[in-house]
C-alpha cells in the first residue's frame, strides 16, 4: 500500500466514478483500476461496490478511507512546511470570501496583501458562509469569511471586522425621511431576499421568528447585484452591509434602531496545519483593519 494507491483509492471513492478519478487525476482509467486492484489485493478485501451504477464503499472501504484522509492530508501538510523553510518566496493562499464582501471590501485587501508579497498566489472562491465553512471543514479550502454569529464546531476563527447592516431602499422612500427604521417596520415592506446559505439570509430569518409578522417576498436570489437592480426598480426594499451600498448615489442606506451589526470572522479548520501563506494573510487581514 503506497501513497499513489491511497490517492487514487480516495478519488475514487469522492467521486463515486473510476472515470471521473482518472480525469480529475489526469491518469487513463485502466491506470485507476490496476492501482485499486493492487490495493485490494494487497489488503486482501473488496473496498468498492462495482455492480451498481455508481461506485460506492464497503464497510471496508469507508474504513480505510478515513485513515487514507489523514495519511494525504498529512503529507500536504509536510510538503508545505518544508517548501516554507524556504520562507515567503512562494505559496498559495485559498480563502472563499461572500460576494458582497469579495466585491466591496477584499479587492483593496488582496492588492495590498500582494504588494508585499509578491511571490505569494491567492485563489479567492465566492459563496454563502454556510457553504464557506462546510468547504473548510472538508478541506477544500484553506480559509474562508464567515459571519461570527454560527460556527460549526472544529472550526477556529478570528474576528477582523465589524460592519453595519442597513435596510436598502432607493430614493424617495418614506424610510428616508425617517432616517431610522425598526425591524417590524422594514418586515412590513415588500422584500427581495436573499437565498439560504448566506448571512443576510440567515438575520432575515432569525428576524421573523422574533415576530408574527408575516412578510411579502418579492423575490429571492443569490445574486447581490441583481438585488440592488431590482431595489432601483422599485420592486422591494433589502438588507446590505453598509459598505456595499455607500457608493451608491441611487440608493439610500437606513439604520436600524435599534442598529444591526454583523462580525465577520475569518476562519479555518481546527487542528490542521495553516501554512505560513494562509497566516501571513490571516495576520495581513487583521493588521489592515485593526482600527
Avoid at 79 to 103: F, N, T
Avoid at 128 to 135: L, N
Avoid at 247 to 263: E, I, R, T
Amino acid at each position: 500500500m503506497d501513497l499513489r494507491q491511497l490517492r487514487v483509492f480516495t478519488e475514487v471513492a469522492q467521486l463515486h466514478s473510476f472515470t471521473r478519478a482518472a480525469e480529475s487525476l489526469h491518469i487513463a482509467q485502466p491506470a485507476v483500476s490496476i492501482a485499486i486492484r493492487k490495493l485490494e489485493n494487497e489488503l486482501e478485501l473488496t473496498l468498492l461496490n462495482r455492480q451498481e451504477k455508481v461506485v460506492t464503499l464497503t464497510a471496508e472501504g469507508e474504513k480505510l478511507l478515513i485513515h487514507a484522509k489523514q495519511l494525504l492530508d498529512g503529507c500536504k501538510a509536510a510538503e508545505e512546511e518544508m517548501a516554507e523553510l524556504k520562507g515567503l518566496s512562494r505559496g498559495e493562499v485559498r480563502v472563499g470570501i461572500p460576494p458582497m464582501m469579495s466585491a466591496f471590501f477584499f479587492p483593496r485587501i488582496i492588492m495590498r496583501f500582494r504588494e508585499r508579497y509578491p511571490n505569494l498566489k491567492v485563489v479567492v472562491t465566492g459563496d454563502g458562509a454556510a457553504s464557506i465553512q462546510h468547504q473548510i471543514s472538508k478541506g477544500e479550502i484553506d480559509m474562508g469569511v464567515i459571519a461570527g454569529h454560527k460556527i460549526s464546531e472544529g472550526v477556529e476563527h478570528q474576528q477582523f471586522l465589524k460592519e453595519e447592516i442597513v435596510a436598502c431602499v432607493p430614493k424617495g422612500h418614506p424610510f428616508v425621511k425617517l432616517g431610522r427604521v425598526t425591524v417590524s417596520e422594514f418586515l412590513q415592506e415588500s422584500l427581495i431576499l436573499y437565498t439560504p446559505g448566506y448571512y443576510m439570509r440567515e438575520l432575515m430569518d432569525d428576524l421573523l421568528r422574533e415576530t408574527d409578522i408575516q412578510p411579502e417576498v418579492v423575490f429571492e436570489t443569490n445574486l447581490f447585484s441583481l438585488v440592488r437592480s431590482m431595489i432601483h426598480e422599485k420592486m422591494g426594499v433589502s438588507t446590505f452591509l453598509k459598505m456595499a451600498v455607500s457608493d451608491d448615489p441611487d440608493l439610500v442606506s437606513v439604520s436600524f434602531d435599534p442598529p444591526l451589526y454583523l462580525d465577520l470572522d475569518i476562519a479555518w479548520k481546527a487542528n490542521r496545519y495553516l501554512s505560513q501563506a494562509n497566516r501571513a494573510f490571516i495576520d495581513f487581514l487583521i493588521e489592515s483593519t485593526k482600527d
